[in-house]
């Protein structure tokens, strides 16, 4: 069994930061591309920011230039540090990992419960 565990999500003013964390833990062998992604009311879900084993990251337009996605593949954990926080970006932030099971070496794709950022303005 695998799970991730966000934290780090709150209520926050228009222009202010917050740092999210998730963390793997269970029956991993290896974690390949890990990320974050986001759900607004009434909206889909979409893709924020990945970073892949070595350390290559890819963001949604609205959030480059004000969002940093890292990673510690020593503590599997995954990182969103978010700055200039508009209210646009209120939402259920969730992370997600592509993962190697140890027990059976099968390939996994794994999601957290999601934390929720609400930013007032």
């Known amino acids: 069994q695998v799970q991730l565990v966000e934290s780090g999500g709150g209520l926050v003013q228009s222009g202010g930061s917050l740092r999210l964390s998730c963390a793997a833990s269970g029956d991993i062998y290896t974690i390949y591309s890990m990320g974050w992604y986001r759900q607004a009311p009434g909206k889909a879900r979409e893709m924020v920011a990945t970073?892949?084993?070595?350390?290559?990251?890819n963001y949604v337009d609205s959030v480059k230039g004000r969002f940093t996605i890292s990673r510690d593949n020593a503590k599997n954990t995954v990182y969103l540090q978010m700055n200039s926080l508009k209210p646009e970006d209120t939402a259920v932030y969730s992370c997600?990992?592509?993962?190697?099971?140890?027990?059976?070496?099968?390939?996994?794709?794994?999601w957290g419960k999601g934390t929720l950022v609400t930013v007032s303005s």
């Open positions: 970073i892949s084993s070595i350390g290559n990251t």
């Open positions: 997600h990992a592509d993962l190697m099971r140890y027990s059976d070496f099968e390939m996994m794709d794994c």
